[in-house]
Every structure is written in C-alpha cells, then in structure tokens.
C-alpha cells in the first residue's frame, strides 16, 4: 500500500469510524469518532497540548492513522513525554507517515531531551529523506537551540537544495554561460538579427529561450532545454510560431555545448543530421554555430535554409538588453555555416539572477500577494479574498490562480503551509499558502513603484480625487 493510499484510508477510518471499536470491544458511533476528532483538532489548534494528547490516543485505539500519528506524538512533545513522542512519530511512520517528517518530530522531541547529538542525526535524516521546507527549518522555535550549532546551517543548506535540486546539481548548470538578455547580430558586420531573453524556469530546472526575429517582423520561438539524469544527456525542444518544432540532444564537450538531431526526412526524399554548437569565447561572447549534413555528419551541407534554433539565452529578471551574435537563426533568417557572436552586456549567474528584484508584477500576481499579506488562505479563499477586496472588480479563474501560485512557488515569494485550521472546518485536498519574507518585500516594493506611478497621476491631473484604504 502507497503512502498516500495508506493516508486516505488512515483518515476514510477516522471519519466514518469503520471498524472502530471502544477499549471494551464494542463499535464506537460514527457520530461519536468524528465528535473526538472535531474536539481534538480544536485541542491542537489550540494548543490545548494534554488535551490534544488525550483526545489523539482515543482516536488511535479506534481507528490508527498516520496523522493521529503524528498529532500525538507533536502534543506529547510539547507536555514533556518526549520518549512517548518519539514511539508515537515511529508508529506513524510504519502506517505511512512520509519519513521526513517523522524523523523531523523525533528530531523536535531529542532536542527537547537536550540531546543534540540525536537531534542532529534525525534532523539530518529529514534532509535526506526529501524535507525542502526551509522557512519552517529557520522559523521553527522548537529548534532554537540547535541554530548556533554548524550543523544546522549544513542542514538547512541541503534542505533548500531539495527544495531545488537541479539549482545546485552539477551537470544542470553545464548551460549557464548561455544565460543572459541578448541582441543577436551576425558575425560579419554585426547586423542586428534579433532579440532574444534566455532565462531559467521550473525551478531553476530548465532553461527557457525567448526569440523574436529582427529580420522577419512576427517571427519568434521558444527553446526549451534540460539536462535528462536518466539519460545522462541535454536536450532541446524547438518551438516556434510558424508550426516549426525539432529536438535536438548532446552534452557539454570541451566546453562546447554539442547538440545533434537524429536525421530528419526532407522534402527530396534525403534525410538530414541536424548539428547546433554554442561556444562561450570568453564570458561575454558565445558563438552559435549549426549546420546539417545527409551523410550522417560525414559531409556538412552549405547554405541550408533551416528553422529557428535556440540562439541565446537570458535571465529572468534581467533588465537590460544584452547583445550577442549567433551562429544560425530561423529558415528565414540565417544560412547553415551562418557564424553568429553572442555578445553579452552583462552575465548573471543563477545566483545572481535569484538576488534580482522580481518585477513589476502582473496586477493578477500582485492581488494574490496583497490576499496573502494578512493570513494564510487556501485556493478558494484567494479567489474570495480578491474578489471582496477589489468590490467584485477582480475575479480571477482557477486555472489563472493556480499558474500564479505555481510562479509565486517557484520564485520563493509563498510556500505551501503545513499548518491547517480545525479539521470540523479543513478539507484535507486544500492546500494553505503563506507569504515569505522575499515575498513581502516584492509585494512592498510593488506597492511602492504604484504609490510613485499614482503621485506622477496625482501631479498631472490624472486622478480626480484621492481614494483611501
């Protein structure tokens, strides 16, 4: 049985007390079961810890689950039973707890004990079962004594490497040197080919190219390109607004970034061999250099027309143009053999790109933000919260809310929060969003850009009266 399977039925018993049964053997009323549940949650929340214990053992002699589980073990910590803690976190892990966070709650309860050395271990074990919650790591109270101590700053580095792996992994940054805002021009005679903005998205996982032709008005693309672990390879998916597509794979040699398609028919019944190089020359200049050949790479074809292919790549966030040259552009705009200079203005290194302001933000993004400055919501209460805010002005879409929450995660503005309200008034598919520091402070920066905007308004007679909060 999946853990997660193991949860729902773990919660199915809770609920609807099948099964369940009193100290004496005899079946306990459904009503009964979700009446201690109701009378628990509000314990928990409360922080009514002896109760919440009481009340949590009840339930776990009914009807075993993982969050009881863990419910209990949490309340007993925090009354000072830590060993019973610990057994409590042990069982709930065997029904299914997720292993990060039952080594997180031992982990609480050895601290408690004033047992560092065994706290260390079992925080450490979080870490390497997949914890990624670093705000809660640094918040969390209950590990104060632990954050003077080196250890914990290792531990929080790798909880925030899982929270992002592909940020620090080695062979997923090969490609960083593509990084950057660019203006494409040709190796002879720099003429201006285009502009194109390569950036890292998905959490730092792919690099996205944004280009738009400079020779051919309306003509533009998108590259995406990963570094695929299992087999051991990058890849680049081609797109463009033409209908045009093409996937290229290689890796990074001697510095180059190798790219070759496997052959592709042509119109004349021959079939090409796609060949893409980018080459850093130093860290402002790459070169992109493509070309085709019909013999498997034996001969190389000359003055080929071919599709856009990813020609630079910036970061997201960077606010002026750079400039580069590339080697080969779309059918229409470049020739096979076509050597095209990437001249970049300034580099950003993925470092760099997380420490540059995020914005200005869509009015969308910016109204999520502003609903979770006063408390943590869940989906449908966002969409509420900005509806009741702006008057019914703003109505955003679930599937508009839910791209937000995704980018917003992404970039560390909110993460998703454990914490939960009573369970009389949860649902357990809702998840519970909380704005971070990095989030706040965006947010207030945008409020501040607006408040400039609306004084420049104010001055030139724009607004006909002030409106106040």
Not at 86 to 111: C, D, M, N, T
Not at 248 to 262: A, E, H, I, N, Q
Not at 326 to 355: E, F, G, V
């Amino acid at each position: 049985m999946n853990r997660s399977r193991a949860w729902r039925i773990g919660i199915a018993l809770l609920f609807l007390g099948a099964g369940a049964r009193t100290a004496a053997g005899q079946p306990q009323p459904t009503s009964a079961v979700s009446q201690t549940a109701r009378d628990a949650a509000t314990a928990y929340d409360g922080k009514d810890w002896a109760k919440s214990a009481k009340l949590y053992a009840q339930i776990l002699q009914a009807a075993p689950n993982p969050r009881a589980w863990y419910r209990l073990g949490v309340s007993l910590n925090k009354i000072g039973e830590n060993d019973k803690a610990i057994e409590a976190f042990e069982k709930g892990r065997a029904l299914g707890l997720p292993p990060q966070f039952a080594e997180y709650g031992i982990a609480v309860a050895f601290v408690s004990k004033k047992d560092k050395d065994r706290a260390f271990e079992h925080l450490e074990r979080a870490a390497q079962n997949g914890f990624s919650q670093p705000d809660q790591l640094s918040a969390d109270p209950d590990l104060a004594d632990l954050k003077s101590d080196t250890r914990f700053a290792k531990i929080l580095e790798e909880v925030k490497r899982n929270q992002k792996p592909c940020a620090t992994t080695t062979e997923n940054r090969q490609f960083d040197f593509w990084l950057g805002e660019w203006r494409v021009v040709t190796t002879q005679g720099e003429t201006p080919a285009g502009d194109s903005k390569i950036e890292l998205i998905l959490g730092d996982c792919v690099i996205q190219e944004n280009w738009t032709s400079g020779g051919n008005v309306g003509y533009s693309g998108k590259s995406y390109n990963i570094y695929n672990a299992a087999l051991k390879r990058w890849e680049q998916y081609w797109v463009d607004n033409a209908g045009g597509n093409i996937f290229f794979y290689g890796g990074l040699k001697d510095g180059v970034m190798d790219y070759w398609t496997d052959e592709i028919p042509q119109p004349d019944g021959k079939k090409l061999k796609r060949h893409l190089q980018f080459i850093k020359l130093n860290p402002d200049t790459v070169r992109q250099f493509s070309r085709g050949s019909n013999d498997d790479g034996k001969d190389v074809v000359r003055g080929v027309r071919l599709h856009l292919q990813p020609e630079e790549v910036a970061v997201e966030g960077c606010g002026k143009p750079a400039h580069f040259s590339l080697d080969t552009m779309a059918w229409h705009d470049i020739a096979y053999d076509d050597r095209i200079l990437l001249l970049r203005s300034r580099h950003l290194s993925p470092a760099q790109h997380h420490d540059e302001p995020i914005g200005p933000l869509t009015p969308a993004m910016f109204h999520v933000l502003l609903a979770l400055a006063g408390d943590d919501l869940h989906g449908y209460a966002i969409l509420k919260e900005v509806e009741l805010r702006t008057s019914g002005k703003v109505k955003l879409s679930t599937g508009t809310l839910y791209g937000i929450i995704k980018r917003l995660l992404a970039d560390g503005l909110i993460v998703e929060w454990r914490s939960r309200p009573a369970e009389a008034d949860d649902d357990e598919r809702r998840r519970y969003y909380r704005m971070t520091e990095k989030g706040r402070d965006v947010a207030a920066a945008e409020a501040e850009r607006m408040d400039e905007v609306l004084s420049i308004a104010r001055a030139r007679n724009l607004l006909k009266k002030t409106h106040t909060a």
